[in-house]
């Protein structure tokens, strides 16, 4: 059987199988090259016979690797090679997959190791994202209400500080007319008292003169006063004291007397109330401004707040957005790093399963290759 004729028997045969079928072939190739033209050594002949009778052959040969390996053995021996040259290379190509299982596992191992790392920190990376996330959706949400409630309650204290300013104007005003007809009013009793009093003193001191004479007198020049229209009743009385005599004067003159005091108990009066009103007025003139001012400074803080929550919500759009990428980003990693470790796991495992199968025919082709050599060997 020559080099030529030995055919890997399925395509689709894994990688280490294949090239353990392609190694033994290229042995078995330089073994049959190494012997061309000089014939078969009975003793490889010898060994291939019994090999090949052998039941542990037949059951090897059922397997397709062990198939293949069985042929190959076979062909290395008819053609040359020897028992111990078959047996060194078996025992190498074990070894050889013995070094590349240990290796392949410590590279497994080591990835393996690297990929759960990144799975674990990707992982934990999405779940912070996503909870950063949902915090700030959250808290978007209630800026929205708070910005709505803010700008409600500007305009609702724009509103009550716009009535009291109207308020506090309309009662100003009022107090400015209600002071101007005071003053006036109060002017004009105080002029009644002091003419009043200058005509007490008149009659007074002129009460011991002729009643006659002095009330012409007085009539006269009283007349002539710029006062006489605003006092027309005193004026009366001053004319009817042309004709009355100094006890009548004297009843006059009293009553004069009432009438003033009358007159300055009114002006006390006055005063007195409109001192109470004054009072009054800027209690509550005091009491508005101090309404104004809490409802200035409580807009104010409320534009503050309304500012605030504003630039709130660009900051937390922002981080919104960025943990909802970085959220999406790291789930990625993380699926992508899981289905690289099912792959490599997969991979691996397939591997060392072929290796473990190749090893396990390597082995029992040694066996039988040693039992064969005993048996010719016994006499």
Known sequence: MGIDN????NTAMRPIIVCIVLALS?????SAKGVRGVGLRESSGSYSFAFQRSSAFKELAKG??????????????????????????????SASLETEQTSDTVEFTTTKSQLEDDIKTNGAKAASALAEYNEATKKLASL???????????????????????????LEEAHAEDTKEFTQRIG???????VLTTIINDLTEKALSSASSFAEEHSRQFKSSSLVEMTNPISALVDLTSTFDLEAVKIIIGKLEQLKEAVEASI????ESQARSTKTYELMIEKMQQI????????????REESKAKNDVVIETERKETNESLQKKSE????????????????????????????????????????????????
């Open 6 to 9: 030995i055919t890997i028997r």
């Open 26 to 30: 290229l042995l078995a190739s330089a």
């Open 64 to 93: 397709e690797l062990g198939a293949q390996i069985a042929d190959t053995i076979t062909m290395m021996l008819e053609t040359g090679g020897s028992f111990d040259e078959v047996l060194k290379m078996l025992n190498e190509l």
């Open 144 to 170: 929205v209400i708070s910005i709505s409630h803010l700008g409600s309650n500007i305009i609702s204290a724009n509103k009550q500080l716009q009535i009291l300013r109207d308020e506090r104007a309309a």
């Open 188 to 194: 004009e009793q105080r002029q009644v008292a002091q």
């Open 268 to 271: 006390q009066d006055d005063e």
């Open 292 to 303: 104004e001012d809490k409802l200035v400074e409580d807009i104010e803080r409320m534009k």
């Open 332 to 379: 990625e990693a993380r699926v992508a790093s899981e289905n690289q470790l099912q792959t490599i796991t997969s991979n691996y495992e397939r591997r060392s399963v072929d290796r473990t199968r190749a090893l396990k025919i390597l082995k029992e082709a040694i066996n039988i290759l040693k039992t064969a050599e005993a048996s010719q060997q016994a006499p």
